[in-house]
Nanobody, 123 residues
Framework: VQLQASGGGLVQAGDSLRLSCAASGGTVSTYTLGWFRQAPGKERQFVAGITWYDSTTTYADSVKGRFTISRDNAKNTVYLQMNSLKSEDTAIYYC?????????????????WGQGTQVTVSS
């Protein structure tokens, strides 16, 4: 499956942004999908995930209550709605896919990655 992330940009603290990740060569309904982010000089970290089996969602503590991951099977796209953005949310955001439902938060468990989209939040 190929993944194409989009929707990043420059926003102010407190604003909202929605990232999209369009899939091709596979259907999002059959993959566990995750969003990760990587800030300059830091390791890539888990943000949110949704399993293919029962759409169970998982979030990093730092984004709980502010970010929402969802999936539109008809559009073969996964979204990350980001509200109440903070300067510490600034990073390159990546979408990823894996076949099983285990270790959703583990970067190395994902088989397919999109190219990333930059999110910059000014304070």
């Amino acid at each position: 499956v190929q993944l194409q992330a989009s929707g990043g940009g420059l926003v102010q603290a407190g604003d909202s942004l929605r990232l999209s990740c369009a899939a091709s060569g596979g259907t999002v309904s059959t993959y566990t999908l995750g969003w990760f982010r990587q800030a300059p000089g830091k390791e890539r970290q888990f943000v949110a995930g949704i399993t293919w089996y029962d759409s169970t969602t998982t979030y990093a503590d730092s984004v709980k209550g502010r970010f929402t991951i969802s999936r539109d099977n008809a559009k073969n796209t996964v979204y990350l709605q980001m509200n109440s953005l903070k300067s510490e949310d600034t990073a390159i955001y990546y979408c990823a896919a894996k076949s099983d439902t285990f270790y959703v938060e583990t970067t190395s468990e994902y088989d397919y990655w999109g190219q990333g989209t930059q999110v910059t939040v000014s304070s």
